[in-house]
């Protein structure tokens, strides 16, 4: 078996949420359960921390791994979805998982697997916690795939969790309000551990007391914290933060979003200080010295961990640049982000998926821009004629191409150096870009 094939198997032999929407998700722990017992248990062969949210938990998650391995930990990274390769989902100290043991895993474990039919993310997340265990891994950041109380990542008992945000997504599974999305994805909070998080609404913050007090869970608030005074964007790219107890710190993440992000990982730092996982060189006080690691793994967090796709410049003259951000939570920022664009012409690449609430999605667009209606190669991409009419219901003037590549090559071949050219909406929208670019 070749890994093209081993892939190919995971992905076409298993019920996928990815590809197939609802179709693909099986609700419950009962296969991660199996699975677990099968390989020894094997995450309880290192420590995690737990990161769940809406919005920004895959930026948290880089951040937090980055971090780590700078301050010398050997580092499992866990998140998904991949935007170019599979192997992108599980990384140690930045490096992904080698093929030949995502080959072999599927070689020698399908005749057990086959017959529980376990899903794509369950076996993925099975294979990342044997893989992080025989690899020796110090701790793990462990995204959570969809929800937290019944997602397959959730048998893991962590040192720490973090909930980044809770906005209407997945409304289908995970409930209509975002009271019951919060119950979803407060279901990480375990008994006596901490847990920080980063966004709340007076509706959210109820459910989150409640379930802290119900486990004794410590819980810290990072809105509450105050610990970013001021920020500025950087030139070049990247964000300025002052902070109350870190100095300046320079982070290579951009977009007006990734302040809510930083200040979740701020306070998640403050948390892993006080359990003692950060030491200072003698000679040098606490702060000093997590404050220099800190500059030094946000400023380099895309070569430490491989994070692509979070406001990313893929080119200049004219920019363009691609961001994951796929429901009404993301786009509230993106949209203030593009309106204070300054360019000749806006240009948006622009898909959605057909589960995704598409009309709030689409009253939040600039209306100052010129839009490329597409799809990603996914079953679930709503066709791009649909969004053209939608959009024209909106007041969005564009027209419709088949695929990312095609859209893409129109808004570039109309532009010149002082546009801007904006690629999202779907994560398969920036993936099918991306790819082209190899």
């Known amino acids: 078996m070749t890994y093209q094939e081993a892939t190919e198997y995971l992905f076409n032999q298993t019920p996928n949420f990815e590809k197939q929407g609802i179709g693909g998700y099986k609700e419950g722990l009962d296969n991660s359960l199996k699975l677990d017992e099968h390989f020894g ?12 949210g809406t919005n920004g938990k895959g930026s948290v998650s880089n951040l937090l791994a980055a971090l780590l391995q700078t301050c010398g930990y050997r580092v499992g990274l866990y998140t998904s979805p991949h935007i170019v390769d599979f192997k992108e989902r599980i990384r140690i100290n930045g490096k992904t998982i080698s093929e030949d043991y995502v080959t072999k895993f599927v070689e020698d474990e399908k005749s057990f697997f086959e017959p529980l039919c376990p899903t794509f993310f369950e076996l993925t997340t099975a294979m990342a916690f044997k893989y992080f265990q025989e690899m020796d891994v110090d701790i793990a950041v462990i995204e959570v795939g969809l929800g937290g109380r019944l997602d397959c990542t959730n048998i893991i008992t962590p040192i720490l969790s973090i909930i980044t945000n809770i906005s209407l997504d997945h409304t289908q599974l995970l409930g209509s309000s975002v009271e019951q999305i919060a119950i979803e994805k407060g279901g990480i909070i375990k008994r006596g551990i901490p847990v920080v998080i980063g966004e709340t609404t007076p509706e959210t913050r109820t459910i989150f007391d409640a379930l802290a007090s119900e486990n004794k869970a410590p819980i810290t608030y990072a809105e509450e914290q105050d610990e970013i005074e001021s920020w500025e964007d950087i030139k070049d790219g990247g964000i300025c933060y002052k902070t109350k107890h870190y100095g300046t710190i320079d982070c290579e993440l951009s977009g007006a979003f990734q302040t809510k992000n930083m200040a979740t990982v701020l306070a998640a730092v403050r948390q892993l200080e006080k359990m003692g996982y950060m030491t200072e060189p003698e000679g040098e006080t606490h702060t000093q010295n997590i404050a220099s690691e800190i500059e030094n793994a946000f400023k380099n967090v895309t070569k430490l961990t491989g994070l692509t796709a979070r406001w990313q410049t893929v080119r200049k003259n004219p920019t363009v640049i ?17 309106e204070n664009i300054k360019c000749r012409e806006l240009r948006i690449v ?62 570039l071949q109309g532009a010149t150096s002082e546009d801007f050219i904006f690629i999202g909406g779907s994560t398969y929208v920036v993936a099918d870009f991306m790819k082209s670019r190899i």
């Open 41 to 52: 248990h094997p995450h309880e062969h290192f420590r995690c921390i737990h990161v769940a």
């Open 322 to 338: 691609c961001d994951t951000g796929h429901n009404p939570g993301a786009w509230k920022y993106l949209c203030k982000q593009l």
């Open 350 to 411: 622009f898909g959605l998926v057909e589960d995704k609430d598409i009309y709030t999605i689409m009253s939040l667009l600039p209306k100052n821009a010129t839009y490329y209606y597409t799809k990603g190669n996914t079953k679930r991409a709503f066709p791009e004629t649909s969004l053209k009419i939608f959009g024209e219901q909106f007041g969005l003037k564009g027209d419709s191409y088949p695929t990312v590549g095609e859209a893409y090559q129109a808004a």
